[in-house]
């Protein structure tokens, strides 16, 4: 069934079967939570007949497949996201409104699948949508979480967290798999003996679980293919214990159950114990041995010999979390299909390619090797041998250079280097922005670079822009439309067209008054979702996003401190109002991350006592933020923070989406802001700071952050407002840690940068106060540069460069 033809009748028999089916109602007697989940099961099964006919597609063209190995996939709601995809937003519409309902009705009831944390998870989600849209054969893996990452609850300013309930409402878009089903060994002991075929690996007193496949199909714009996100969920291999359970031993009864349940029941555990490190380490395991087999399985049935696997598979591991892939892969073809080492060998790093995601050498992932011995012993004899062939072979290439080859081992002082096994294990190896590709050529992965520097090159990460363009945003889309055309929306290029009226006086006001508009949804949202009230009329200025150190959430409260403080000495102060607007969860463990949310929450509290200062700042902290709340702040912002210190943050994609809908960026020359910088022009971004060859100088010749607090009034002022405090609460150990921290005092340099960030700030409330022409010229020139960081173009880099994939569209 193609897109166009999908008819009202038609619609209505899907639903009308699903409704009889599951529930057994007629559509007029369903209520609002049963005709949601019969539009879901219908929509799931015309993607479902979609694929089928692109499965056929792709057997008879001998194609090759990617696989996308990726421990998070931050997908958001699917409902609306897949009619707009199929077109058939409006057919959907007619029927869901001849019951007594709307489709946004219908939209509210879907909870967000947050199986992701944050940019790796959001990034993962906009590619499978990029390759179903450009008609690549695509396949994702990942774990079925029973929850997802976590609620957010603010408690008193500090995060608590609770968990994220998404399978309900969320599973109606799963398919289980019962076909697919696959045992993976834990523990135990293992032992090789000579048999006729060769060397054999007996396992001894394993914990076996079982790998269940449940598929979830992501739609594609306009498109044939439908790419398939596989999560595996675990189960016991093992029948339910009878006979304990009747002896009335009930937990030992129950051990196989919970132990499998454990596995897939949380995003992320907590790792600041060993029980919690175990439990990760077993997930990524997990997630690679499931679905390295099914790979194998899939490829042996198709095309029978495995020595074709690199040209018709591409198994990309997306960070370090699947990099037992790699060993893996050799575990089933030396230990199953016998082949020799070397063969082995050359098929999976020919066959497997990393991204890496972070430029932080203590955010590189470790594992002891004790854990790994002992968890997963046949994995841990690979990576053992893997890590003695890669030493001899660098022994020969850098006689005597006994440090480098320390540093380019897999295992070193009884830790396991993952991203010294990703590297080795694959035939490329990427980073997320020039600069980020940049960097890690000379310094984490700088020896490897030296070694082989044909593995490295440079994908700049894209966003699904017609989830957070097309749909986020259908006032916008219009405008360009009326402008442009709809060619864009197939074609992220074509926005370039719109810088033609970057001097048309009725478009800039068009857009200007767009961008009210949506600020006054979004304040109308935040009210009815959070009870925060905000004046549309001020300048939204948002920072959204994961909290950590380096993204510096910290800096700019530090700046709203300061305006605060001059707004107490002279309330009638004329200033542009603004409300700042904060999205970001910590990890659980973070103690830092959550003092700094704290400090943002009583900040707000204090500003709000004193209603005369509130008129002109207000502070907001939303809370729980997902997908479906910044699919309403992107739209609604003025002003992107995308202030991390210059060297750390490896791309970032909020500033690709806020960018798209016309929000000016203040930023440091960090990740992706790079490149934006050189698609806008300087003159239409507002770049502050150190740039990273200045902050890796500063840190050679010693950094001190008194240095900047003592040459500065402000941020003397500033400190000191951090020991007294705000609503009752000192701060003092935030001032602490910028000024007498251990092991070193502020470590992403806020106080360094912080008078030209303040001065930046300065620039931006003057400019929207006194040319508004001006700054609306500003943002049309921003979404007319924002078409070169589509997902579509970042995975045509992936197909062309890295996976040698080709496109089955027959488009021409």
Same mark, same amino acid.
């Given at each position: 069934m193609s897109n166009s033809t999908i008819t009202e009748r038609e619609v209505k028999e899907y639903i009308k079967g699903k409704l009889s089916r599951y529930f057994g109602v007629q559509p007029s007697e369903a209520s609002k939570e049963q005709l949601y989940k019969a539009v879901v099961m219908s929509v799931r099964d015309i993607l479902l007949e979609k694929r089928q006919a692109f499965h056929k597609k792709i057997k008879a063209k001998r194609a090759k497949r990617v696989y996308y190995l990726c421990m998070e996939f931050l997908l958001g709601r699917s409902l609306k996201n897949s009619l707009y995809n199929l077109s058939a937003t409006d057919v959907f519409e007619k029927v869901v409104s001849s019951y007594g309902y709307t489709l946004e009705d219908l939209y509210e009831l879907e909870p967000d699948a947050g199986l992701g944390n944050g940019g790796l998870g959001r990034l993962a989600a906009c590619f499978m949508d990029a390759l179903a849209?450009?008609?690549?054969?695509?396949?994702?893996?990942?774990?079925?979480?029973?929850?997802?990452?976590?609620?957010?609850?603010?408690?008193?300013?500090?995060?608590?967290?609770?968990?994220?309930?998404?399978?309900?409402?969320?599973?109606?878009?799963?398919?289980?798999?019962?076909?697919?089903?696959?045992?993976?060994?834990?523990?135990?002991?293992?032992?090789?003996?000579?048999?006729?075929?060769?060397?054999?690996?007996?396992?001894?007193?394993?914990?076996?679980?079982?790998?269940?496949?449940?598929?979830?199909?992501?739609?594609?714009?306009?498109?044939?293919?439908?790419?398939?996100?596989?999560?595996?969920?675990a189960k016991p291999v093992h029948d339910f214990n009878m006979k304990l359970f009747s002896q009335g031993d009930y937990y030992q009864a129950m051990s196989d159950d919970n132990d499998a349940d454990l596995l897939t029941k949380v995003l992320y555990p907590a790792d600041n114990h060993s029980e919690g490190k175990l439990l990760r380490l077993k997930q990524q395991y997990f997630l690679c041995s499931a679905s390295i087999q099914n790979i194998i399985e899939d490829h042996k049935h198709r095309y029978g010999d495995l020595r074709d696997l690199p040209k018709l598979a591409a198994i990309h591991l997306n960070d370090t979390h699947p990099a037992m892939a790699v060993p893996e892969l050799m575990r089933i073809l030396v230990d199953e299909y016998y082949y020799t080492w070397d063969e082995a060998w050359s098929i999976t790093t020919s066959t497997c390619a990393y991204t890496n995601h972070t430029v932080l050498a203590e955010a590189l992932e470790t594992w002891s090797e004790d854990l790994i011995a002992t968890t997963v012993p046949r994995i841990h004899a690979i990576t053992k041998e893997i890590n003695r062939r890669l030493c001899e072979q660098l022994w020969n290439r850098f006689p005597g250079e006994w440090a480098k080859i320390s540093r380019m081992s897999i295992i070193e002082s009884g830790r396991v280097k993952m991203a010294n096994l990703s590297v080795y294990g694959g035939h490329s190896v990427n980073g997320v922005a020039a600069l980020h590709s940049d960097i890690i050529k000379k310094s984490i992965f700088?020896?490897?670079?030296?070694?082989?520097?044909?593995?490295?090159?440079?994908?700049?990460?894209?966003?699904?822009?017609?989830?957070?363009?097309?749909?986020?945003?259908?006032?916008?889309?219009?405008?360009?439309?009326?402008?442009?055309?709809?060619?864009?929306?197939?074609?992220?290029?074509?926005?370039?067209?719109l810088k033609k009226f970057e001097d048309d006086k009725a478009v800039l006001t068009k857009l200007g008054e767009i961008k009210l508009a949506k600020k006054k949804q979004l304040a109308d949202y935040l009210y009815k979702k959070q009870g925060l009230i905000i004046n549309p009329n001020t300048l939204f200025d948002t920072q959204a996003k994961r909290l950590h150190e380096y993204k510096r959430q910290l800096l700019n409260a530090l700046n709203i401190i300061d305006t605060y403080l001059d707004l107490k000495e002279n309330?009638?102060?004329?200033?542009?109002?603004?409300?700042?607007?904060?999205?970001?969860?910590?990890?659980?463990g973070y103690y830092m991350a959550k003092q700094i949310i704290?400090?943002?929450?009583?900040? =707000?509290?204090?500003?709000?006592?004193?209603?005369? $200062? !509130?008129?002109? /700042?207000?502070?907001?902290?939303?809370?729980?933020? @997902? &997908?479906?709340?910044?699919?309403?702040?992107?739209?609604?912002?003025?002003?992107?923070?995308?202030?991390?210190?210059?060297?750390?943050?490896? =791309?970032?994609?909020?500033?690709?989406?806020?960018? $798209? !809908?016309?929000? /000016?960026?203040?930023?440091?020359?960090?990740?992706? @802001? &790079?490149?934006?910088?050189?698609?806008?022009?300087?003159?239409?971004?507002?770049?502050?700071?150190?740039?990273?060859?200045?902050?890796?100088?500063?840190?050679?010749?010693?950094?001190?952050?008194?240095?900047?607090?003592?040459?500065?009034?402000?941020?003397?002022?500033?400190?000191?407002?951090?020991?007294?405090?705000?609503?009752?609460?000192?701060?003092?150990?935030?001032?602490?840690?910028?000024?007498?921290?251990?092991?070193?005092?502020?470590?992403?340099?806020?106080?360094?940068?912080?008078?030209?960030?303040?001065?930046?700030?300065?620039?931006?409330?003057?400019?929207?106060?006194?040319?508004?022409?001006?700054?609306?010229?500003?943002?049309?020139?921003?979404?007319?540069?924002?078409?070169?960081?589509?997902?579509?173009?970042s995975i045509k880099e992936y197909a062309d460069n890295i996976w040698n994939l080709k496109s089955l569209s027959d488009k021409k």
């Open positions: 849209s450009g008609n690549y054969p695509a396949m994702g893996y990942s774990l079925r979480y029973e929850y997802g990452l976590f609620k957010q609850k603010i408690v008193d300013g500090w995060q608590t967290e609770l968990p994220d309930v998404w399978l309900p409402g969320g599973e109606s878009w799963l398919t289980q798999r019962t076909d697919k089903k696959f045992v993976v060994r834990f523990g135990g002991k293992i032992e090789e003996k000579w048999t006729k075929n060769g060397m054999e690996t007996v396992y001894y007193d394993s914990k076996d679980i079982e790998a269940v496949a449940y598929d979830m199909m992501i739609s594609g714009k306009d498109s044939e293919a439908v790419s398939v996100l596989r999560l595996w969920k700088k020896d490897f670079y030296d070694f082989t520097p044909e593995k490295f090159t440079n994908v700049t990460n894209g966003i699904a822009y017609r989830r957070w363009l097309c749909q986020s945003n259908p006032e916008l889309c219009k405008l360009i439309t009326d402008c442009i055309g709809d060619g864009f929306v197939q074609n992220g290029a074509l926005l370039a067209d309330p009638d102060l004329d200033i542009q109002p603004k409300t700042y607007i904060f999205g970001a969860k910590a990890a659980p704290k400090l943002i929450n009583y900040l =707000s509290e204090d500003i709000k006592k004193n209603p005369k $200062i !509130n008129e002109k /700042l207000n502070v907001v902290y939303i809370e729980d933020y @997902n &997908v479906t709340v910044s699919e309403k702040l992107m739209p609604a912002t003025e002003v992107s923070e995308q202030i991390s210190l210059a060297g750390k943050e490896a =791309s970032g994609t909020g500033n690709m989406k806020f960018m $798209i !809908n016309g929000a /000016l960026t203040i930023g440091t020359l960090d990740g992706a @802001n &790079v490149e934006m910088a050189e698609a806008v022009g300087n003159k239409n971004i507002f770049i502050f700071g150190l740039k990273s060859n200045e902050v890796d100088d500063i840190w050679r010749s010693g950094y001190s952050s008194s240095k900047y607090y003592n040459e500065s009034p402000k941020l003397r002022r500033i400190v000191e407002a951090l020991i007294i405090g705000f609503n009752g609460q000192s701060f003092s150990d935030i001032a602490n840690y910028l000024l007498t921290g251990s092991p070193i005092a502020d470590p992403y340099m806020c106080m360094a940068d912080y008078i030209s960030y303040n001065a930046t700030q300065r620039k931006i409330s003057n400019l929207y106060v006194n040319d508004k022409t001006l700054w609306n010229k500003m943002s049309l020139n921003n979404i007319a540069a924002s078409g070169i960081f589509a997902a579509d173009r």
